[in-house]
Structures are given as C-alpha cells and as structure tokens.
C-alpha cells in the first residue's frame, strides 16, 4: 500500500482510481484504504467522516479553511463520504465507492440543481483539489466534492 499519498496523482480516469487507488469490490479494500475521522460542522453537530486514507487530512484541511473564512455554518447537513454504489443511474461506480467523494447539505442542494454553495466553501475543497460537482457539465450535483480532476 501506498505510504505517502502526496505522490499519487490525482485521479483522472478508472483506470487511475483502480491502479493507484484500490478496488472497492475487493473484500480487503475497506480495512487497507478507508478511515474514519471526527468533524464539526454547523452548530457544532459532531460527524465521522469515512474516507479514502488518500484524502483524510485534505477533508481536514478543507473544513479548517471554511472555519477560518466563517462559512461553516452553512454545512449544515452532512451526507456522506465512502458507500460502494453507482453513479445514480448509470453503470459506473461512483467516487464513493472508493471514499474520494464528500456530500453535505443534499436537501437544500439536491442533484440536478443550479444552486451552488457559497464560492468560499467550494474554494476551499478546490485548493485540496477536489472537483465540485456543481461545476458537472451535464448534471449539477452541488451537494458534491470529489477528489478527481473532473474528468471522470
């Protein structure tokens, strides 16, 4: 397994996510790739956050900077990080499948909406080189963050 995962490219295809980092459908992939850390988001709600190993620290760095910006309130709603599913109606796996992806606020930000998250809070997961699916060419998903080029 990969120890430091500052030299790991960000992944741009399937290819990529399957040769550097993992196969979800692999019975060992959750206990080698995925951990899980404590967060506060608005009103000091307490979330554990499942994630890839590769993004961990870059989730933390992101929400440190939406607090010191004063903008976490607006995350109010936090909807999950790694489930092994399919991108919603398609055959291909979704980001989550390997814990590369984030949702927060799904309600007041559904999928297929125009609305965005405040630029501020979408700045801060794109400095730790996250995709923000409110920036999908074909179906907004402004709930969304996931660690790829956007390519995917």
Do not use: C
Not at 68 to 76: C, D, F, P, R, V
């Amino acid at each position: 397994m990969v120890t430091d995962w500052t030299k790991v490219p960000i992944p741009a295809t399937y290819a990529d996510l399957f040769n550097h980092y993992g196969n979800p459908m692999n019975s060992a992939f959750e206990s080698t790739y995925i951990v899980r850390r404590p967060h506060t988001i608005a009103g000091g709600q307490q979330i554990t956050v499942a994630s890839h190993i590769a993004i961990a620290d870059k989730i933390h760095l992101a929400l440190a900077e939406i607090v010191a910006k004063g903008e976490l309130s607006y995350l109010n709603e936090y909807d999950g990080a790694y489930v092994v599913r399919n991108i919603r109606g398609s055959s291909h796996p979704s980001l989550h499948s390997w814990g590369l992806a984030i949702d927060f606020d799904a309600s007041k930000y559904p999928l297929g909406s125009d609305q965005r998250l405040p630029h501020d809070i979408i700045m801060a997961w794109k400095n730790q080189g996250f995709f923000y699916g409110g920036d999908f060419r074909h179906r907004h998903d402004p709930m969304h963050f996931e660690y790829t080029t956007g390519a995917i």
